[in-house]
């Protein structure tokens, strides 16, 4: 696995906007354990490929690359998401669920945390509202009151909202395969009864966020400059559109300790209609936040 380290960001400033977010993830670390985290067409893809059957690297990485263009043609779909984090003998994961507006470049994930290790649930769930530049959150806990959210700007976040939320943002994880370099053509599988193609490679978060659609290019300029390593180990599977039906990638975050991420996004229902709407201003906390 290549080593993707997160760098902590400097100074109270980005150590408060960190807190805002990563603490849900990795607070969840302490005393709990748990597991990771499928979806509807036809014929993969079109790939070249050679007299051993395997894609074409080149067009491979290509046709990696233009799945997030797939999906802003396919207007909007359902998505589930699972986080799993491992450090120290201790697992454990976070699971999300919801919708993606691609072409609005909005969405709307309900996140649940694990339960403590007696199976008691003992976190609420946390609503995330995702839109370019910003995370909000509510049921955030950490001194925030019920009925009020907490706006993150993902564009100052040292990860880009890649780690942070315990879920990454659908249409991030999309537009950092447009930086895929190193593409392999696995074979065709299938993901909840759609045959798809399987890739495997590494993408260049540096390279995604030059190439990256206006709304998602700040977030990944945040992470390209936050982590020691631009390089991120993924898993791709694309349906007969070129859409991503699921997608994993694997980071290390470092935390008060190493702590090995993996991020598996499942994306299906498409075309059905998402509604984000967004918190008015007296609604958002601008109290401190806990640590």
């Known amino acids: 696995m290549v080593v993707h380290q997160h760098r902590r960001p400097r100074g109270r400033a980005g150590g408060a906007l960190l807190a805002a977010g990563v603490a849900l993830a990795v607070s969840a670390l302490s005393g709990c354990a748990g597991a990771g985290g499928g979806a509807g067409d036809d014929r993969p893809p079109a790939g070249k490929t050679n007299k051993a059957g395997k894609a074409d690297k080149a067009d491979a990485a290509a046709v990696v690359r233009g799945a997030a263009d797939a999906l802003a043609r396919a207007g909007s779909a359902q998505a589930r998401t699972a986080m799993e984090m491992a450090t120290g003998g201790t697992r454990v994961t976070i699971r999300g669920e919801g919708g993606v507006d691609f072409k609005s470049r909005m969405g709307q994930l309900l996140v649940m945390l694990p339960a403590d290790v007696k199976g008691k649930a003992e976190h609420r769930p946390i609503t995330e509202l995702l839109v370019p530049g910003a995370l909000y959150m509510k049921n955030r806990g950490a001194g925030v009151p019920d009925d009020k959210w907490v706006r993150v700007d993902t564009t100052a976040l040292a990860d880009g909202n890649l780690v942070t939320g315990g879920a990454t943002d659908p249409l991030i994880a999309a537009e ?116």
Do not use: C, M, Q, W
């Open 176 to 291: 950092l395969l447009r930086g895929a370099l190193e593409v392999t053509y696995v074979g065709e599988t299938e993901v909840a009864g759609t045959k798809v193609r399987h890739y495997r490679g590494t993408t260049d978060i540096g390279r995604a966020a030059a190439s990256a659609s206006p709304e998602a290019r700040g977030a990944l300029e945040a992470a390209a400059k936050g982590f020691s390593t631009d390089t991120v180990p993924f898993d791709a599977y694309l349906d007969g559109e070129g859409r991503l039906r699921k997608v994993r990638h694997r980071f290390t975050y470092v935390n008060n300790g190493v702590i090995d991420v993996s991020s598996t996004t499942l994306l299906y229902g498409f075309g059905t209609p998402v509604t984000v709407v967004l918190p008015e201003s007296r609604d958002i906390f601008a109290g401190k936040i806990a640590e």
